[in-house]
């Protein structure tokens, strides 16, 4: 069975500062792989998607995301800050033909100024 | 205009009460989802549906009872509440089955169980 694990449950950055957060899945080929951003009681928005190919993928908002295989991970990246980062983001993957989005535990991020 | 909406947004009810949560998309999506996201953040499937069609049930009990009078729309019942049920529910559609559909996701209904 697949599982998303993201070791940081609470990280703390300043306004301006890089991020970078850990995403590891366990799967036995390349699952499709996405980040996902929840602001406070909001729902869930795509921040960006793997599916194939470049293994560094671009996304809203600034962010950024790397595929290794290697690593069996798939982390985001940001190179500056903004105090409105500030949310919970998921890792999720999902695999096959039978859409199940399988998501890992959150990060979430605080921001001080 | 939202693309997937649930209603309500909040719900507070005593133990042992039925109720239900709404979710619309207006996306022309064939498959739609509730999924149960609990006080520690933890996002979970519940079901899934494909035109109208039951495809994921993710062994949740039988006290909750989703339908999907049509593609557009896929309702959550849930009978008997129990404080356990406390959780934000949300909704998401995708453009079909595939592992490669990007799912959108309503803003969640958050019920309350006194």
């Known amino acids: 069975a697949q599982s998303v694990t993201q070791p940081d449950i609470h990280i703390t950055v300043s306004e301006g500062a890089s991020l970078e957060l850990r995403c590891n899945y366990s799967?036995?080929?390349?699952?499709?792989l996405f980040w996902y951003v929840q602001s406070p009681g909001q729902g869930l928005q795509l921040l960006l998607k793997?599916?194939?190919?470049?293994?560094l993928v671009q996304g809203i908002k600034g962010f950024e995301a790397e595929f290794k295989r290697s690593q069996s991970s798939f982390n985001l990246r940001k190179p500056s800050v903004h105090w409105s980062d500030a949310a919970e983001y998921f890792c999720?993957?999902?695999?096959?033909?039978?859409?199940?989005?399988?998501f890992g535990t959150g990060t979430r991020l605080q921001v001080t100024l | 205009d939202t693309a997937v909406s649930q209603t309500p947004k909040y719900l507070v009810t005593q133990m042992g009460n039925d109720k239900s949560i709404k979710c619309e998309q207006n996306?022309?999506?064939?498959?739609m989802y509730w999924y149960k996201q609990d006080s520690k953040k933890f996002l979970k499937i519940m079901f899934s549906y494909n035109n109208k069609e039951l495809i994921i049930n993710e062994t949740v009990p039988n006290r909750f009872s989703p339908k999907s009078p049509d593609k557009a729309h896929l309702n959550l019942h849930i009978n008997s509440l129990e404080l356990g049920d406390s959780a934000v529910y949300f909704c998401a559609s995708s453009p079909g089955l595939a592992g490669a559909n990007v799912l959108t996701f309503g803003a969640g209904s958050r019920l309350t169980v006194l």
């Open positions: 999720a993957l999902n695999t096959g033909t039978a859409s199940k989005l399988t």
């Open positions: 799967y036995g080929a390349t699952p499709y």
């Open positions: 793997y599916f194939s190919g470049d293994t």
């Open positions: 996306l022309g999506h064939d498959t």
